[in-house]
Nanobody
Framework: QVQLVESGGGLVQAGGSLRLSCAAS????????MGWFRRAPGKEREFVAA????????YNADSVKGRFTISRDNAKNTVYLQMNSLKPEDTAVYYC????????????????WGKGTLVTVSS
């Protein structure tokens, strides 16, 4: 079992930056692939980014490539999402996700979810 708590959301102007954090507690953090998903108003939840157990591999949705960077600090049990060049279409609730299986996180999401943090990008 792992508990996930996101932070760092807020209101930002288009072109600005935010860094989201997700703190994990419970079983060994390094056992989990970590990911970020988002749900925009009126839309389905979608994959944003994932990072492998040790952080050596990362995966990004095409819509955020070159703008968002996922990273993790296993010593701090935390995963981050650095978001640059934000656009109004990035407005969404962002969710942290964890699973021991990479394919689960890359697809529809793994077993464990945070409650989300709202990011609003104004034009």
């Amino acid at each position: 079992q792992v508990q996930l708590v996101e932070s760092g959301g807020g209101l930002v102007q288009a072109g600005g930056s935010l860094r989201l954090s997700c703190a994990a507690s419970g079983r060994t953090f390094s056992s989990y692939v970590m990911g970020w998903f988002r749900r925009a108003p009126g839309k389905e939840r979608e994959f944003v980014a994932a990072i492998s157990w040790g952080g050596g591999s990362t995966y990004n949705a095409d819509s955020v490539k070159g703008r968002f960077t996922i990273s993790r600090d296993n010593a701090k049990n935390t995963v981050y999402l650095q978001m640059n060049s934000l656009k109004p279409e990035d407005t969404a609730v962002y969710y942290c996700n964890a699973d021991v299986r990479l394919l689960s996180v890359q697809a529809t999401g793994g077993d464990y979810w945070g409650k989300g943090t709202l990011v609003t990008v104004s034009s």
